[in-house]
């Protein structure tokens, strides 16, 4: 079972805002990263750290934190938004484990 | 740009060992973990475990008694090796880069391997 806690799916119509959140204790010490996966392909690194976006992600895409829940933002979602969303850290107990939230499927009507 | 090129077995028998390899072509072998995820069919991301240049590893602890992870930086490569394989551990394996900085509180996985099916049946 994931100790970081995502709902598993969520929906948003052409152009609207979504936001996918994702829960654990691991994210008051640790960004959470997040990831995007579309079927048969690997995942994309879509947000890391405070708020950061590697080369060739939409500005459309945007992090944030507070307390233990992160939050992965979609303002203006596309219909190739549309994916598997999953939320990353490193587990802060000292046990130097890296957890995997369950995974969002955002749907975009 | 860094690339990884990932083989290995994708048929098993109960009981035997997966062993696959994940090459890093295109940038340093140093200063990163080199990471396993997998997934299997229909299901989300499992973390495997993790090694560094020098040969430090990270292991999920679920999967610890049946996972070693190795690195040959003289090929840029690392590999995986899990042991008594069941039907469960049927999934697609990826390897990928994690970057961490302790100090920063930040971990991500910036470079993905294509991902290798692993079927188990007898």
């Known amino acids: 079972s994931s100790e970081l806690t995502q709902d598993p799916a969520v929906s948003v119509a052409l152009g609207q805002t979504v936001r996918i959140t994702c829960q654990g204790d691991?994210?008051?010490?640790?960004?959470a990263s997040w990831y995007q996966q579309k079927p048969g392909q690997a995942p994309v690194l879509v947000i890391y750290?405070?708020?950061n976006r590697p080369s060739g992600i939409p500005d459309r895409f945007s992090g944030s934190s507070s307390g233990n829940t992160a939050s992965l933002t979609i303002t203006g979602a596309q219909a190739e938004d549309e994916a598997d969303y999953y939320c990353?850290?490193?587990?802060?107990?000292?046990?130097?484990?890296?957890?995997f939230g369950g995974g969002t499927k955002l749907t975009v009507l | 740009q860094v690339q990884l090129q990932q083989w290995g077995a994708g048929l098993l028998k109960p009981s035997e060992t997966l062993s696959l390899t994940c090459a890093v072509y295109?940038?340093?072998?140093?200063?990163?973990?080199w990471s396993w995820i997998r997934q299997p069919p229909g299901k989300g991301l499992e973390w495997i475990g993790e090694?560094?240049?020098?040969?430090?590893?990270n292991y999920n602890p679920s999967l610890k008694s049946r996972v070693t992870i190795s690195v040959d930086t003289s090929k840029n490569q690392f590999s995986l090796k899990l042991s008594s394989v069941t039907a469960a551990d049927t999934a697609v394996y990826y390897c990928?880069?994690?970057?961490?900085?302790?100090?920063?509180?930040?971990?991500?996985?910036?470079?993905w391997g294509k991902g290798t099916t692993v079927t188990v049946s007898s």
């Open positions: 990928a880069r994690a970057i961490a900085a302790a100090t920063a509180y930040y971990y991500y996985m910036d470079v």
């Open positions: 295109g940038g340093s072998f140093s200063g990163y973990y």
């Open positions: 090694i560094n240049h020098s040969g430090s590893t």
């Open positions: 691991s994210l008051r010490s640790y960004y």
């Open positions: 750290g405070k708020n």
């Open positions: 990353n850290s490193r587990d802060s107990s000292g046990n130097h484990r890296v957890v």
